[in-house]
């Protein structure tokens, strides 16, 4: 059974940090590009942050660019989000997504919050 669970999200003042983390399992992660997706109340799902397979290359949206790193660990089957400076507006559910040429596959989701 393909699984992806999101841990790590909650509320955090305006300037503060979260470590986002999705363990992955069921499927053959290095084979797998993994991306991080979010979506705000009202709003269309946005990619905030993507990695290849090998963790070669990186893609950021560019409102997260210099805030947000994305990491992977394929021996633990794990990819992270690292969240600093965050803003209100990066409330939102944050979704972990593995992707190749055949499957496409999404976690549960994780909730950040943003507020004073």
């Known amino acids: 059974e393909v699984q992806l669970v999101e841990s790590g999200g909650g509320l955090v003042q305006p300037g503060g940090s979260l470590r986002l983390s999705c363990a992955a399992s069921?499927?053959?992660?290095?084979?797998?590009?993994m991306s991080w997706v979010r979506q705000a109340p009202g709003k269309e799902r946005e990619l905030v942050a993507a990695?290849?397979?090998?963790?070669?290359?990186?893609h950021y949206a560019d409102s997260v660019k210099g805030r947000f790193t994305i990491s992977r660990d394929n021996a633990k089957n794990t990819v992270y989000l690292q969240m600093n400076s965050l803003k209100s507006e990066d409330t939102a559910v944050y979704y972990c997504?593995?992707?190749?040429?055949?499957?496409?596959?999404w976690g549960q989701g994780t909730q950040v919050t943003v507020s004073s």
């Open positions: 997504r593995a992707r190749n040429y055949d499957y496409d596959y």
């Open positions: 069921g499927f053959t992660f290095d084979d797998y590009a």
């Open positions: 990695m290849s397979s090998t963790g070669g290359s990186t």
